[in-house]
């Protein structure tokens, strides 16, 4: 399919600034490059060895979604090649780049720690499941080693 | 000097001349052999239509919202484009009528009758991110955006349906109905703002609020030939929003005009201290801006240095897009534009970046969903268990994923492989835009490498799904602000399906997009772009 080249990292070349031509781009020179960059990045020798793969049984106990056995297997495909297609990421030289929380933000947008009262109580309460005047009820923790 | 290429089919560019006065559209008619039959006058705000027609006693908004009213009954049925329609619409339209019959003031978006994409809360109304976890909840309170959309007198007319949490591409994800296309009812409209999109193509509703965190307003506007305009990040307060990617989502507004699109957005800016990362920015007056074509001068955007980022229109992108574009830019060089090539090298790492990074926080932001406090739950005997069947139970098959990759990437030894990476890759792509945009005004790209297929063509496939996302993402990954608009049609459906221009801009430069935006819009020629399938639009 046609979209499957969008998701090769194709290797960095260097900006150029030229005018608009009437011209299409050369093709058959661009194809293959991206046929052996598509074929690189889905061969599994771009993951280190040091990551095991994903276990979505333990995945979904650490997160608290419960998963049927066929949602296991069908999800754990899916997830697996998601995760290998990420590999593509361990390629690219960060050494000395610092990562970047967010976009530039201003900072100090803080407020004061002090309690305000909201109006709309009856609108919160309407929405708790099981409540106990006062108390949002829940089953008893059962402690598991 | 305009470029030799080809045209695309159904649209009819011809060449700029001096404008004088009113009577430049019959005599540009009549002088030129080539002009398309059905050729039109430039499109019209709404919004601002709308004001001048109520204040004039022209019209009432309750004429107004009946006649939406009924068109959102005649079409929902092939579109589902609402989740829930709101029962006090002809009640607000009576108290604007009220007032302005009583002669006070009334506020600049007075009888707008505007959609809100379902994960805006919206107090009283329910508010359920197209998600069963959330069935039936009604918030609290009203989304800051909702809450200054009333403030000056707009009618939220209902909440449109979307990828359950954001998560996707069509709606296709949405627990409760897919969103049809206007333009062809087999194909998708985008998301995952694809129920506000086509709400707007419709016409069911004048404007509406999407949110964009990948491309969810952007993507759905071009499928829908629509204008779709994504803020800088800290522009729009997101207290209201139902958190996905916390670092990466904003409100973004859908309007059949760039005009339109621009009043939205500057009525729903500025700080608010309920956001601490809403921007204290001055919001500049970018709603009174757009001024009428025959006020323009024959060259209205001369000297604005445009760069056409190369990475995009590589292989992958279908043919029809690419000449769409290219003619796009051609248009803009008529209008005086400096066109050249831009190439950001980091440009294709964005797409996995943006999907660690995305799924890594909305790991986090979905734990708040745990059947407690509200939405369903499921009972169980014990409290592990109680969270694990809600939400196994109340999240859909794609938002699972999601949370279960975004752990994965977030478990401890995988931290600094996976999101500290992305995060790093992040820069660049940030160093990447800072650098091309100080020698360029704006960017522009495709919105998507290709109109909007059909139902159901990439549902099982998350990676090929994913991939028509690569012309927006590194757009939220920069925190830049983008706008969408339709620059073409191509083959596809029963009149052809609409491509979207995407323009870029620098941090907090809305200003020049939307006149840039406007520009190019209001010198289009063409039939426009009114979907062709539906019934009574006007």
């Given at each position: 399919m046609a979209t499957r080249a969008l998701l090769a990292v194709v290797t960095a070349s260097p900006p150029r600034m030229i005018q608009i031509k009437a011209s299409t781009f050369s093709s058959s020179l661009k194809f293959q490059r991206h046929i052996t960059t598509i074929a690189r990045s889905f061969s599994s020798d771009t993951n280190p060895s040091v990551l095991q793969p994903p276990d979505v049984s333990r995945l979904a106990e650490t997160a608290r979604i419960s998963l049927t056995p066929s949602e296991i297997e069908e999800c754990g495909a899916k997830i697996r090649q998601v995760i290998d297609w990420f590999g593509q990421l361990q390629q690219v030289d960060v050494s000395s780049v610092e990562p970047a929380i967010r976009a530039e933000m201003e900072g100090g947008n803080l407020r004061e720690d002090a309690p305000e009262t909201f109006e709309n109580r009856e609108s919160i309460r309407a929405s708790i499941p099981s409540f106990d005047e006062v108390y949002l009820k829940v089953p008893k923790v059962l402690n598991k080693e | 000097m305009l470029s030799t290429l080809q045209p695309p089919r159904s649209l009819t560019l011809l060449p700029f001349r001096r404008f004088h006065g009113s009577k430049t559209i019959a005599s540009l008619a009549s002088s030129s052999p080539t002009l398309d039959a059905s050729f039109v006058s430039p499109p019209q705000s709404q919004i601002l239509t709308t004001r001048r027609s109520l204040l004039s006693g022209e019209t009432t908004a309750s004429e107004i919202a009946k006649s939406y009213l009924s068109r959102i009954r005649l079409t929902e049925p092939q579109l589902k484009c609402f989740l829930h329609v709101s029962e006090n619409v002809l009640k607000e339209a009576q108290e604007i009528d009220q007032r302005i019959s009583r002669g006070e003031e009334v506020g600049p978006l007075a009888g707008v009758v505007i959609g809100v994409k379902d994960n805006i809360c919206t107090e009283g109304m329910p508010s359920t991110a197209a998600s069963r976890i959330l069935e039936h909840y009604r918030p609290p309170f009203d989304a800051t955006a909702v809450k200054k959309i009333k403030e000056m007198g707009g009618i939220v007319v209902g909440k449109t349906n979307m990828d359950e949490f954001g998560m996707g591409s069509t709606t296709e994800a949405s627990a409760f109905q897919v969103t049809a296309n206007p333009w062809d009812l087999t194909r998708v409209p985008g998301g995952s703002s694809g129920g506000s999109a086509a709400a707007v193509a419709a016409r069911q509703c004048m404007v509406s609020l999407g949110s964009d965190t990948g491309g969810s307003v952007r993507q759905p506007a071009s499928f829908c030939g629509v204008v779709g305009l994504k803020p800088t990040?800290?522009?729009?307060?997101?207290?209201?929003?139902?958190?996905?990617a916390s670092s990466l989502d904003v409100i973004g507004c859908f309007g059949s005009t760039v005009a339109d699109a621009g009043v939205l957005l500057h009525a729903v800016s500025g700080y608010d201290r309920?956001?601490?990362?809403?921007?204290?920015?001055d919001v500049p007056e970018f709603d009174t801006q757009f001024l009428s074509m025959d006020s323009f001068e024959s060259k209205p955007l001369k000297g604005v240095r445009v760069g056409l980022i190369r990475e995009t229109l590589e292989e992958g992108v279908d043919s029809g897009v690419r000449s769409a574009t290219q003619e796009a830019a051609s248009h803009l060089e008529a209008l005086g534009c400096v066109v050249t090539e831009v190439s950001l090298p980091s440009f294709s790492l964005g797409l996995p970046a943006y999907y660690v990074i995305a799924s890594s926080e909305s790991s986090s932001n979905l734990s708040r969903y745990d059947g407690v406090r509200y939405g369903n739950q499921v009972m169980a005997d014990e409290l592990n268990k109680l969270y694990e069947c809600s939400r196994g139970q109340g999240f859909g098959g794609e938002v699972k994923m999601r949370i279960l990759m975004g752990t994965y990437a977030l478990s401890a030894g995988y931290y600094d492989a996976y999101y500290k990476r992305a995060q790093q890759v992040r820069t660049l792509i940030r160093k990447d835009f800072k650098a091309a945009l100080d020698h360029n005004d704006i960017l522009i790209s495709p919105a998507?490498?290709?109109?909007a297929y059909k139902i159901g063509e990439k549902k099982d496939d998350p990676l090929a799904m994913y991939a028509g996302d690569i012309m927006t993402v590194n757009v939220n990954l920069a925190g830049l602000p983008a706008i969408v608009l339709p620059c073409g049609l191509v083959e596809g459906g029963p009149s052809g399906l609409p491509v979207g221009l995407q323009m870029i801009g620098a941090a907090f430069d809305e200003e020049k997009l939307l006149k840039v935006g406007h520009i190019f819009e209001q010198t289009l020629k063409g039939s426009g772009f009114v979907p062709p399938t539906l019934p009574n639009v006007a």
């Open positions: - | 990040y800290g522009r729009v307060s997101r207290f209201g929003l139902m958190a996905y309920f956001d601490s990362t809403s921007s204290k920015q998507a490498p290709s109109a």
